[in-house]
């Protein structure tokens, strides 16, 4: 049943966005009712912060980039960035970006998932990916690129969010290039 809602208000956080987003519309997506929601979760900003909570884990999947020696690591970078991409560009991120921008306006839902950020946040930072790059490399060389991976796939998803199809695969395939190029370089 939690999985149920938890589907529902990320199909409708992809399909709706976060405002059209009701207690109402999960539970028709889901077919339950209202006492069933409230059951398993207190309030929309609960439901909320699972619904980020099961998206971060499938983000957190792809895992940190495997230890490997400096004539590897471009090519296994390469492999991290598709993999991560493979994640972040799915329709289902475009419920991440919402919460985000939710939690700005909103105290309730900002109070809610920032714990489940807090969570995460170790997956997300660039000390996760540190041994694949080796001790040799300067921490801020390996902030810089983490960074610029994940704020550029971001920005990528986000794109696909407001572009039509047929516009947006030239400009995803020039940035992958770019950033495994990138990816040699570090």
């Not at 660039?126 to 001790?135: D, I, K, L, T, V």
Request: overall charge positive; some cysteine; glycine content about 6%.
């Amino acid at each position: 049943m939690r999985r149920r809602l938890i589907a529902a208000t990320i199909d409708s956080l992809v399909d709706s966005g976060y405002t059209r987003t009701t207690t109402v519309e999960v539970c028709k997506r889901a077919g339950v009712t209202r006492g069933a929601l409230a059951h398993h979760f207190a309030s929309p900003s609960q439901l909320f912060a699972e619904a980020l909570k099961y998206l971060y884990a499938d983000l957190a999947a792809p895992g940190p980039p495997p230890p490997v020696d400096d004539a590897r690591r471009p090519r296994v970078l390469a492999d991290w960035i598709d993999r991560v991409w493979a994640v972040v560009g799915k329709r289902e991120f475009k419920a991440v970006i919402e919460l985000w921008l939710a939690a700005r306006n909103d105290p309730d839902v900002r109070g809610a998932i920032v714990r489940v950020v807090r969570e995460f946040e170790p997956v997300f930072s660039p000390e996760h990916a540190r041994s694949a790059f080796g001790a040799s490399t300067p921490r801020r060389s390996l902030a810089t690129f983490y960074r610029v991976v994940i704020e550029a796939l971001i920005g990528l998803s986000l794109g696909r969010a407001v572009t039509p199809k047929q516009d947006r695969g030239h400009v995803e395939d020039a940035v992958l290039t770019l950033l495994k190029r990138f990816a040699a370089e570090v």
